[in-house]
């Protein structure tokens, strides 16, 4: 067996500074690698929305002291699929965890 651990994105549609997403982040990160991307500000009720047409913006955020991730300017689901496809992160089995 693997002493590797598994790689997980963590989403949520809170926003990057959501506290229930931070609070998550605390406990998954005790068993796995986690990298966090969200939207830049509150998308609820469009995390499985997709943006099209317009130019999306990814940057590296400190959120809280030795806790970083990701902002994108779009949706939850746009944050998966950038994540998925674009982070340095490349490695991911599809372990991906909605809050």
């Given amino acids: 067996m693997s002493s590797t ?3 997980i994105l963590l989403t949520c ?3 990057i500074r959501s506290n229930g997403m ?3 982040y605390s406990h998954l990160s005790k068993f796995a690698n986690v990298t966090i991307i969200t939207p830049q500000g509150q998308r609820s009720a469009e995390s499985k929305a997709i943006t099209i047409n317009k130019i999306l913006r990814v940057e590296k955020v400190n959120i809280i002291d030795g806790i970083s991730g990701y902002s994108i300017s779009g949706t939850s689901a746009d944050a998966v699929i950038f994540g998925l ?3 340095e992160e490349r490695s991911f089995r599809f372990s991906c965890c909605w809050y």
Avoid: A
């Fill in 5 to 7: 651990k598994k790689k």
């Fill in 22 to 24: 931070l609070e998550l």
């Fill in 85 to 87: 496809n674009s982070l």
């Fill in 13 to 15: 549609d809170d926003g």
